[in-house]
């Protein structure tokens, strides 16, 4: 009796051990680094996110930005022209500025703008200003331009207007070309748009520009438009343009 309960207690000990066996190596098979998951297949409280290189610096509202320093968005309308492989953004010097008044009496509005470019009033319907010192092989320019147009014009022409003035800047003499999507501005506190625009010369000089256009009363409309060496934008010239705009003023 004794010897029938003792061989039936090692037989149950054998099948225990070789089931704990046979779920081992069947875990082994498996994944020898087996690890809970979750539902989706992930294991439990990983975030995939956390592997990505986020540079939060560049995914602020309207400061985007690609190697060059160039804007990738245009205000609260952002269009993304290359959010694959985008590279870090080299850091640009900061040009510093002085400001002084300009008064364009030809167009009746006064502003301030950089000490030192050279101003030219021949015309009479603008004001352009040039610095006359290069960077990049790039002269910065600023126009402001206030013209009439038809009496049944409207915002939306405005936004069509803009639309074809960075089209018809891109024309001619450059090797690329590319804008973003026009954005809501206001000029003089009148509604209007804005957008930006980048383009290769053929001689391997580049510029950035932002053009401003907003509808005045009496039939007029205003252009704000700033070209600058690429790369500088946003670290000089942004503030150059947005400068202008704040301190522009009706005479």
């Known amino acids: 009796m004794k010897k029938s ?4 207690v090692t037989a149950l000990l054998v099948l225990a051990l070789l ?4 779920a081992v190596s069947e875990n082994l098979q498996k994944d020898p680094m087996s690890v809970p998951t979750g539902s989706n297949g992930l294991p439990e409280g990983y975030d995939p996110a956390a592997e990505e290189d986020y540079d939060s610096s560049i995914y602020t509202f309207g400061g985007e930005y690609d190697e060059y320093g160039r804007s990738k968005y245009a205000g609260a309308t952002p269009i993304p022209l290359d959010p694959i492989d985008m590279p870090t953004p080299t850091p640009k010097p900061t040009i510093p500025f002085s400001y002084g008044i300009v008064s ?3 167009i009746g509005v006064t502003f301030e703008a950089p000490v030192g470019w050279q101003i030219d009033t021949s015309a009479d319907d603008s004001v352009t200003l040039r610095d006359p010192n290069p960077v990049d092989g790039v002269n910065a320019t600023l126009m402001v331009r206030i013209a009439s147009v038809a009496s049944g014009y409207k915002l939306s022409d405005v936004k069509s207007d803009l639309h074809m003035m960075l089209k018809e800047l891109g024309q001619y003499n450059y090797s ?4 973003t999507d026009t954005a809501t501005r206001t000029l003089l506190k009148k509604d ?3 957008a930006d625009y980048y383009g290769d010369y053929y001689d391997g000089t580049s510029v950035y520009g932002r053009v401003m ?3 005045l009363d009496g039939n007029r409309v ?3 438009h700033l070209s600058c ?3 500088y934008f946003s670290s000089s010239y942004k503030s150059v343009i947005n400068h202008v705009r704040e301190t522009l003023k009706q005479q």
């Open 5 to 8: 309960l003792t061989r039936l």
């Open 19 to 22: 089931g704990a066996a046979g």
């Open 104 to 106: 364009a009496d030809k």
């Open 176 to 179: 690329s070309w590319t804008t």
């Open 192 to 194: 209007g748009y804005y």
């Open 213 to 215: 256009m907003a509808l």
């Open 222 to 224: 205003i252009t704000v």
């Open 229 to 231: 060496p690429n790369g």
